[in-house]
Every structure is written in structure tokens, then in C-alpha cells.
């Protein structure tokens, strides 16, 4: 069975910290996986990652796939308030002709002054 | 935002009601899909639709029905709400072929008493 595991599922951090949440899948026909920001609100995209070891980054956020460990971590840098979130991990099935996707049950960010 | 709207956006009714929530898309997007939201649990498939009355089921289906007439609109109902699904609904597009960015509405908000 399709899976996405995200850990912690929950942190508190300060301001300036530096914060790495995790995302492990198990996903049929594995093509690509995604990173969301939910506030108080609908999701809004952040990422995808479809190859291994390359880092994309936006701002002070960044995200990394492992493959072989089947692994994906989202850095935030410097965090700051407006960071305060849930971190959604997202694995679209890559089933030909299929789109339906697995969500984590996220990752609650909160940011404190 | 992809033109996604939902509608109601707030809705409460009472247990045994039959409730009718619609989401309306103007990008002509294929692929359509239904989501709740709860705390604990993410956001689960509820239904999906791949076309004009072509529809199939998602995870927690059962109670949950749904229409697609027309492209745009794709109709969520549930026959005699329950406690249980008091949630957070969500609606979402994907552009076919893309990079699998799903593209989520608003929301809804159901309180059923």
C-alpha cells in the first residue's frame, strides 16, 4: 500500500533557528514528490523533486530526494514567524495515466518571536 | 490559483440533511478531485474525476457521492450527513502532463450538528 510518512509531526522553534523536516514514501511507480505550505488555508506549492542529490532551493527554504532511501528533507533557514505552518509531503502516483496522490499527515511548524 | 472556486464556503447543517458541495474550475482542466481534511489524518482522497462523467472512488468514499456534468464543475454530496464528516473539503485540479502541481480550492468548511 501507497505511503508517506512525515516526521515530527509536530515543533516549536525560535526565530532564527534552523528547522529540517522529514518525508519517507512508499509509492507506486515513484515519479516525483512534492512539498506544500498549508496555512490557514489551501495548500500552496513550495516544490517538486524528481532526482536524487539535487537540492532545489527558494529563499530560505530548500528540499533534497534520496531515491535509494526512498527520503526527502525540507530545510527552512533563519525561520521566521510567517514560516508558521503545516508541511504537507505529497507522492503522485505515477501510474500511466494515473494522477492520485498520497498525502503525509504533515508537518505542524510553529515560529515563536 | 488555477480559477478554482468553492461553494458554500461555510456551511452547518444537521445530522440526516442531504448536502451538496460544488466546486467550479475555469481552466478546462481533465482531472478533478475531493478532499477532506482533519486533524491527525491529512488530507485524504475522497472521489476523483478524470472526465465528464467518468468518476472513481478514493480512500474514505463510503457516504460520499459525486457528479461531473461539465468540465468545470464537479458536485459532492452527501446523502444523510453524519458527525463524521464534519471537516475541512477541499477541491484540486492538476494540469495533465505538467509537473503534477495540484492546484487546491479555498475549501469548505461542513459542520454537521
Known amino acids: 500500500e501507497d505511503k508517506v510518512v512525515q516526521s515530527p509531526l509536530s515543533l516549536v522553534v525560535h526565530e532564527g533557528d534552523t528547522v529540517t523536516l522529514n518525508c519517507s514514501y512508499e509509492?507506486?511507480?515513484?515519479?516525483?514528490l512534492l512539498w506544500y505550505k498549508q496555512e490557514k488555508k489551501a495548500p500552496t506549492f513550495l516544490f517538486m523533486l524528481t532526482s536524487s542529490g539535487i537540492e532545489k532551493k527558494s529563499g530560505r527554504l530548500s528540499s533534497i530526494l534520496d531515491k535509494k532511501e526512498l527520503f526527502s528533507i525540507l530545510n527552512i533557514t533563519a525561520t521566521q514567524t510567517g514560516d508558521s505552518a503545516v508541511y504537507l509531503c505529497?507522492?503522485?502516483?505515477?501510474?500511466?495515466?494515473?494522477?492520485?496522490?498520497?498525502f503525509g499527515t504533515g508537518t505542524r511548524l510553529k515560529v515563536l518571536a | 490559483d488555477a480559477g478554482i472556486t468553492q461553494s458554500p464556503r461555510h456551511k452547518v447543517t444537521e445530522t440526516g440533511t442531504p448536502v451538496t458541495l460544488r466546486c467550479h474550475q475555469t481552466?478546462?482542466?481533465?482531472?478533478m478531485y475531493w478532499y477532506r481534511q482533519d486533524p491527525g489524518h491529512g488530507l485524504r482522497l475522497i472521489h476523483y474525476?478524470?472526465?465528464?462523467?467518468?468518476?472513481d472512488k478514493g480512500e474514505v468514499s463510503d457516504g460520499y457521492s459525486v457528479s461531473r456534468s461539465k468540465t468545470e464543475d464537479f458536485l459532492l454530496t452527501l446523502e444523510s450527513a453524519t458527525s463524521s464528516q464534519t471537516s475541512v473539503y477541499f477541491c484540486?485540479?492538476?494540469?495533465?502532463?505538467?509537473?503534477?502541481?495540484?492546484?487546491f480550492g479555498p475549501g469548505t468548511r461542513l459542520t454537521v450538528t
Open positions: 481552466e478546462n482542466h481533465r482531472y
Open positions: 484540486a485540479t492538476v494540469l495533465e502532463g505538467s509537473s503534477y502541481e495540484q492546484y
Open positions: 474525476s478524470y472526465g465528464v462523467k467518468d468518476t
Open positions: 509509492v507506486t511507480n515513484f515519479r516525483s
Open positions: 505529497v507522492g503522485p502516483d505515477g501510474t500511466s495515466g494515473t494522477y492520485k496522490y498520497i
